[in-house]
C-alpha cells in the first residue's frame, strides 16, 4: 500500500501538515481521480483522514498508525545502531595508523 510512490509522496506533503486535494494534485502532477484513489487507499488502511471544509476535502496524517510502526521498528533500529557503531569504530580504526 505505501510502497507505491505516489502514496508515500502524499505521506511525506502530508508530514507538514494538511492540505486539500488540489495541493495534493498540483505537487504530485497526476489527475485529481488518481490522487483520490491514492487517498481512498491510505484513508482505508487508516493513514489518512479527511474533514470537509467549505466544499473542499481536507487530509492529514492520523499519528497512531505511525507510532504503532514507529514501536514495532524499536528493537531493530538499536540493533542496527549497534551495528552501525561498530562499523563506525572499526573505520576509525582503519585511520589511526600502527605504530
Do not use: C
Request: net charge negative; aromatic share 6%.
Amino acid at each position: 500500500m505505501i510502497a507505491e510512490s505516489n502514496r508515500r509522496r502524499i505521506v511525506e506533503l502530508l508530514l507538514d501538515g494538511e492540505q486539500p486535494v488540489g495541493v495534493l494534485v498540483d505537487a504530485l502532477d497526476v489527475s485529481q481521480p488518481a490522487v483520490s484513489k491514492h487517498l481512498r487507499v491510505l484513508r482505508d488502511a487508516g493513514l489518512v483522514e479527511a474533514r470537509v471544509d467549505k466544499n473542499r476535502r481536507v487530509y492529514r496524517l492520523r499519528p497512531e498508525p505511525f507510532q504503532a510502526l514507529d514501536a514495532w521498528l524499536a528493537p531493530y533500529r538499536k540493533l542496527w545502531e549497534q551495528r552501525l557503531d561498530d562499523l563506525g569504530a572499526h573505520l576509525d580504526n582503519m585511520d589511526t595508523p600502527n605504530d
